[in-house]
DNA sequence: AGATTTTGACTGGCCTGTCAATCAAAATCA
DNA sequence: TGATTTTGATTGACAGGCCAGTCAAAATCT
């Protein structure tokens, strides 16, 4: 009703707005239908246009996929370094930022999770993961390890920083797995308090299953 | 050439000869093309035989992936109740036969590991999933929470039983995921060593990286 | 008017499931 | 034992349906 008054909704919108438009109804269809079922036609349903509209942005649909894949690693890489950004430089407050950054709402939706997790699973992608994800995973890893290794020498643990690493962040990877695969009772709070007490076991004065201790 | 002496290679075999051949096809069809990509003709391609014996053997594509998760699913709750069972009584023991079972060969092989990988990241598999493994998943469940309250009395740590078994049980799945995503340079030693460390922060006194301490 | 976006019908290809014909082994008969 | 029938596994061609990508026409914007 006050659709004729305010916004007339443009037929036609600038090009990175559709593209933006019809990447998120790719990661919603993944998610709902599952990659194997997710078909152009069911994309642009999804999105309120016609299923022309994706070859005409997209090309193909290989495209299509590799530009949602390419927004999901851009969109994660951007939120944890913002998280370490904002932590400072203690080893500790550094920690607490990465493992919080992985459950921020913007990241850490059922239809992201969802979709990341499609991704992963089919093999046919892989190629394409390691293409897109490959450099952040590496620079994700090589972040995390050092910081790491900064805990233990200031905290005066004993424990090899790499595997610690390593620990922290398959614990979050299957966390995220199990709040797809599980049935929906899964919180944030629960994943959170999760990782947090895996950080407490090799942390204990520095992290409580209630978080990082200042 | 001792063909002709020995095996005439029956064309003709026994029901369940073929549906287990049919059945291991799927895995490595789902393995190498992904599900989405997972076509009838690719499975009997695989297993040497026709297309249409699959219809004959299975009716539909979709009991032919139920039975295959199936299978997947009692062999793994078979491994690891057997490992569990030649543990004996002692808690540490317990968990440490545990830990082993998911990387036992019969079980973690690149294959199977994919095709577990499929049916968590394919949506459509998810009421599947919950049906074939929802209890095996739960039984699972409680017994390692069971081995973490009694290894946590017995030991005089403190921590939530539940909670460390969770982080644990998505330790282990974590790793999985990474044997699978990453580069298949990741050792069957490696994971097993990244769950020991794991262990090994929340039962210092029982488990090292190298694993459990008797 | 000219440029650009949007639509929806169309095509060629692939996939699942069906089915009639074939074939090998087992069972039965002479 | 040798011939014949029965059983049930196996094959490959086929039909029906769905999907990605194309394209000409229409709608919209500048």
Same sequence: chains 1, 2.
Wanted: proline share 3%.
């Amino acid at each position: 009703m006050t659709q004729v008054l305010q916004d007339p909704i443009p037929r036609k919108m600038s090009r990175d707005t559709r593209r933006a438009q019809l990447i998120e109804a790719t990661i919603e269809t993944l998610a709902l239908r599952g990659y194997a079922r997710t078909t152009l036609t069911e994309v642009a349903h999804t999105a309120g246009l016609s299923h022309g509209l994706v070859n005409f942005h997209f090309d193909t649909k290989e495209k299509l996929l590799s530009e949602t894949l390419s927004l999901l690693a851009e969109e994660y890489r951007a939120n944890w370094q913002a998280y370490l950004h904002r932590a400072g430089v203690d080893p500790a407050a550094q920690l607490a930022a990465l493992l919080l950054a992985d459950f921020d709402p913007a990241i850490c939706t059922q239809a992201r999770l969802s979709a990341w997790c499609s991704f992963w699973g089919e093999a046919q992608s892989r190629p394409l993961y390691q293409a897109q994800c490959g450099a952040n995973d590496a620079a994700y890893n090589a972040c995390i390890a050092q910081i790491c290794a900064d805990l233990l020498a200031q905290g005066g643990y004993s424990g090899d920083a790499a595997r610690v690493a390593r620990v922290l962040r398959v614990t979050i990877q299957g966390v995220w797995l199990d709040m797809i695969t599980t049935a929906p009772d899964y919180t944030i709070e629960e994943g959170q308090a999760t990782v947090h007490a895996c950080a407490a076991a090799f942390f204990p004065r520095h992290f409580s299953a209630a978080g990082v201790i200042l």
